[in-house]
């Protein structure tokens, strides 16, 4: 591993001015992602700057919903009574990332910030990597594409984002909170993180020094009733081959609204925006979710290694809302 410096900043606006004056330094949450990048040399910062130690706190706001400090722990944030009781979708994602051990250090900011597991991008002497080295090309474009993406991918990169909690935070519409040398921002989550296009090193929406200083989810009576399921090689410990956040809100058995993310299958937390403007107003039942499904599919454009996801996802959208319809379906 390269030598670094290590640094505790005051606050938040230390952390970003310090960030911002060294294009070498990195933020350290928990380290559960960025240290591994380090020990196989494929990040090697001059400087870390730990921000654990801000906004390390979970608000419930006046209305109900929930302002999550950047720094909680990704364990702190699925035991927590409120996001179980009236966010499981988040809860239950969370819980599915991941070991015990990781999921008591990562922190939601990390979590948002973690970065690819394709396997060649970790692969820095063998592997062609366009995400690690601009220009260079893409040797998981023909080699073992099982846990790639289908949809929205490029032919400079058909990496997949592996948070869990991500997605749920798709289908949940949260905001990211930053702050950095040109002020305040606030992004939805769905247009934090980029799709590859002909820059796959270009991950997030954040400028230079822009710390994330929180998440805000809003309340709202869909997101009581609503899941995560994730598909994966093994029952722990094992990124999504396909995962599926959703929330649904029935009145007189029909969907008067819906929200569905798709996990494992893009650069990004996958809105399924086409498959809910189909159910929005429809009697719910198994058929109307799978054409559905299949509509939000239908832009998929897999390799002959990842061509399964397609179907898979389509069922466990499927399988998902059926279970939040309950009776209803
Ligand atoms: Fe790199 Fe993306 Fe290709 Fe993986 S899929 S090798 S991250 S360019």
Redesign the pocket.
Same mark, same amino acid.
């Given at each position: 591993m390269k030598p670094f410096t290590y640094v505790r900043p005051a606050d938040g606006a230390e952390a970003s001015s310090l960030a911002a004056k060294n294009n070498q330094a990195r933020f350290l949450g928990g380290g559960t992602n960025l240290v591994d990048l380090m020990r196989q040399n494929v990040e090697t910062p001059a400087e870390l700057l730990d921000v654990t130690g801000l906004r390390a706190n979970i608000e419930i706001t006046a209305s109900g919903g929930l302002l999550v400090g950047s720094a909680v722990r990704n364990s702190t944030l699925a035991a927590h009574p409120h996001v179980r009781q009236h966010f499981p979708v988040l809860s239950r994602a969370l819980l599915s990332g991941a070991s015990a051990q990781i999921r008591n250090m990562a922190t939601v900011g990390g979590n948002i910030m973690q970065r690819?597991r !394709?396997a060649?991008?970790y692969d820095v002497a063998g592997?062609r990597?366009?995400?690690?080295n601009p220009g260079s090309g !893409?040797?998981?474009?023909g080699g073992f594409t099982r846990y790639?993406a289908v949809l929205g991918a490029s032919g400079?990169?058909?990496?997949t984002h592996p948070s869990d909690m991500c997605v749920a935070l798709a289908a949940l519409d949260a905001t990211v909170h930053t702050a950095g040398p040109d002020g305040k921002r606030s992004v939805p989550i769905i247009e934090f993180h980029l799709l590859p296009g002909e820059h796959?090193e270009v991950e997030t929406v954040l400028r230079p020094g822009e710390l994330i200083t929180a998440v805000e989810i809003s309340a709202s009576a869909m997101a009581a009733r609503s899941e995560y399921r994730k598909v994966r090689d093994r029952s722990s410990y094992a990124f999504a081959l396909v995962s599926v956040a959703a929330a649904i809100n029935m009145a007189q058995g029909q969907i008067a609204d819906v929200r569905i993310a798709l996990g494992g299958v893009a650069a990004k937390p996958w809105r399924a925006a086409r498959a809910e403007e189909i159910l929005r107003g429809k009697k719910a039942s198994k058929e109307q979710f799978l054409d559905a499904a299949e509509s939000e599919l239908a832009a998929a454009r897999p390799l002959e290694g990842n061509r399964f996801k397609i179907g898979l996802a389509k069922r466990t959208i499927a399988a998902v809302l059926g279970d939040l319809a309950g009776d209803a379906a």
């Open positions: 690819t !394709c060649y991008f592997a990597c366009n995400k690690r !893409c040797d998981a474009i790639h400079h990169c058909i990496a796959p």
